[in-house]
């Protein structure tokens, strides 16, 4: 393997198994969140009506240089779809503009991406605090995740697992909300678990969509679980809420 090739791949490793970011969590109640990728306009849509159906927000992490193109999956969210969303409490979260693998370009690079993401987003949304960061193709190295976490409260992966005790706020944990993955047995254990522990369950997907692409889910399902989360008894909150009922912001 050649050298450049070696040290990207430690980078990697680093930047996902070290905890850069370290909070002791202190809420009283399992949490669970809602959380889309790029976004299609299927879940800004589809997704953020059962959001709203069920008495629930969003986190939607998007990418505005990807507004109103096409996907190889999935129509993308419109300037309007976006302005929607910030205007029925759906929160807003930062995915760089043009989605970009971030382990893969130089820091000045991701400077600009961040900043002409922001500031596309607040043309659209006007008074928009983007305080949450969702890594693209969940591909990050440890430089780049130490440079988002100076400018993010949080950065959200790809990588399983519930967010329970001491975790990090750089490289917060999920669970995979696709119609191939999440079977009835893995949302109960997962529930289960996250009952148990006190934790927080982040739930990510990208289309919400009949049928929905491989990285996505069915409307059906995106229901039944925002309906068993709620007869659970999780509190249902966007990331942003979460941090504060975790007790890392006022």
């Known amino acids: 393997m050649k ?16 905890n850069t970011q370290p909070f002791r969590m202190r809420n009283h109640r399992p949490l669970a969140s809602f959380t889309f990728d790029d976004v299609p306009a299927s879940a800004a849509r ?27 999956f999935w129509d993308v969210a419109t300037v309007e779809d976006v302005r929607r969303l910030h205007a029925t409490g759906h929160e807003i979260g930062d995915h760089t503009f043009s989605h970009p693998k971030v382990d ?19 043309e659209i949304c ?5 305080e949450n960061f969702a890594f693209p193709f969940g591909r990050q190295s440890l430089s780049r995740k130490l440079q988002l976490q100076r400018r993010f409260a949080t950065c ?3 990588y399983e697992g519930l967010n329970v005790g001491r975790i990090d706020l750089a490289m917060l944990r999920v669970i995979e909300l696709y119609d191939r993955t999440l079977t009835p047995e893995k ?3 997962t529930l ?12 990510y997907t990208h289309d919400v969509a009949d049928p929905p692409s491989w990285i996505g889910t069915s409307t059906a399902l995106f229901d039944r679980v925002l309906k068993t989360v709620a007869d659970r008894g999780f509190d249902c ?6 941090l504060r009922r975790i007790g890392a912001r006022p």
């Open 3 to 18: 050298p450049a090739r070696l040290l990207a791949g430690l980078g990697r490793k680093a930047g996902r198994h070290l």
């Open 46 to 72: 589809a997704g953020a009506d059962l959001l709203n159906a069920n008495g629930a927000f969003g986190t939607f992490y998007i990418a505005a240089g990807l507004l109103g193109t096409r996907d190889e």
């Open 104 to 122: 893969e370009i130089s820091a000045e690079a991701l400077e600009e991406e961040e900043n002409a993401n922001r500031a596309a987003l607040r």
């Open 126 to 130: 006007g008074d928009l605090s983007l």
């Open 156 to 158: 959200r992966g790809v």
């Open 187 to 189: 949302l109960a254990r």
């Open 192 to 203: 289960d678990a996250a009952a148990a522990r006190n934790a927080w369950v982040i739930f």
């Open 237 to 242: 909150v966007t990331i942003a809420q979460g």
